[in-house]
């Protein structure tokens, strides 16, 4: 067999190209650290790569909102914290309001510092975060969630909502970010002609400690409905035997519709406001303001100094019982809200103190599952150096000694040893 000169030129350059290509990739693999650059020099190496990539970029998402729900659950734990600690305060001076001894300034002096108190704790109930988002706002957390309403006396409005967004921080975990503030602490009354409840029926805790507030320094008294006039036509007949605080009451008569069995609720409502007038006649002598509801002529009596108000004699026609509900009885009630309203705010504290323990767990999870799919990266996609620099200096010492060969052996030839 005849081997052209050509020929093994032609293999000596391909074999020095060839490995002058394994020399570079080599030499690529060293510098990036990588090696595997492109599909083709790995394609099941590539699959593998792409799928642990997604799943740590995915992980990784996933810490992210663990982090941004820990930093707002935190912030809303320190509040409702903060709004226990208030609460604290506030149930220690009801409790030393409520004491009989406390006369007028005593009075006056405990509940400005229980209105005080209240209003700090409604400012925790408008906090913000870094973000300027209201933490109990619900979803629509760039509205302030509590504010007094203007136009009616002791309520309060809330302009967030009741939704909560959930926040998935794992692969089969999602944790509510926040509680809407009608929740943690009571929904209000809103505006008139809605009313807040009677005391004990009080369920946002603002009114409640307004409430407290105002019978501690108005002392109110509730009159029954006067739901009927009677069968027969009653008159009260001076002497008067109504007295409050010790002062008789002009006599009040019952209106001519009263002869029918069931009178009309105008009727009712007429014989409200005329009880409320003549004892509106004289407030400068008992301290008493009385009040009649427009609906049923109830009445409603209440005293600027504090003082109780003592009912006796005969309350025909008035809506009124001797004995009616004192002041002791309703800032006892009122205390009572305040207390279901404290507990409320522990109760959330702790659901919120479950989802940061969760939170820190998964925080975990997430940073165990990013560590080890990055070892699993690196074993499939990154270069072993030691090795990878051994090949680079083997390959680099055959090349030269391909190179040198094939010098040494493009210098032969017949002509040289022809004489």
Known sequence: MRISSSWGQQTAISSIISQESKL?????????????????????????????????????????NNDAATQRLSMENSSLQSASTILNQINALCIQGMNGSN??????????QIQSLNQQLVSVANTQ???????FSGTQSTTPPFTQDPSNPGAYDYSGNSAQRSIQVGPNTSVNDGDPGNNVFGAPTGPAP??????????????????????????????????GLGAAPTLLIPPNPLTI????????????????????????????????????????????????????GAITLSNKTGANIVITGDTTNTGLTVGTTTSATILKASLGDIT??????????????????TLMMQSTINSGAVLNMQTA??????????????????????????????????????????N
């Open 194 to 227: 809605a009313t807040v409840p009677a005391a004990g029926s009080v369920s946002n805790i603002f009114e409640a400690i307004n409430q407290f507030v105002t019978t501690l320094t108005t002392n109110p008294v509730k009159g029954s409905a006067q739901t």
């Open 129 to 135: 975060n870094v973000n300027g988002e209201y933490l």
């Open 245 to 296: 605080n010790g002062v008789a009451i002009p006599a009040m008569a019952a209106p001519a519709s009263q002869l029918a069995a069931v009178p009309p609720i105008a009727d009712v409502v007429t014989q409200g406001n005329s009880v409320a007038a003549n004892i509106n006649s004289l407030t400068g002598t008992t301290g008493v303001t009385a009040i009649s509801d427009p609906t049923t």
């Open 340 to 357: 279901k309203g404290a507990n409320q705010i522990l109760s959330i504290n702790a659901v919120v103190g479950g989802r940061l323990n």
């Open 377 to 418: 990266l690196s074993s499939v996609q990154n270069v072993d150096e030691a090795a990878a620099i051994s090949s680079l200096n083997l390959q680099s010492v055959a090349l030269q000694a391909s190179q040198q060969a094939y010098s040494q052996v493009n210098k032969l030839s017949l002509f040289n040893y022809i």
């Open 24 to 64: 570079q990739q080599t030499q690529t693999e060293v510098s990036t650290g990588i090696k595997t650059l492109q599909p083709s020099n790995g394609p099941s190496a590539t699959v593998n790569i792409n799928n642990l990539t997604q799943s740590i970029s995915q992980t990784q998402q996933y810490q992210t």
């Open 103 to 112: 006369n007028t300034s005593d009075k006056a002096s405990i509940a400005a």
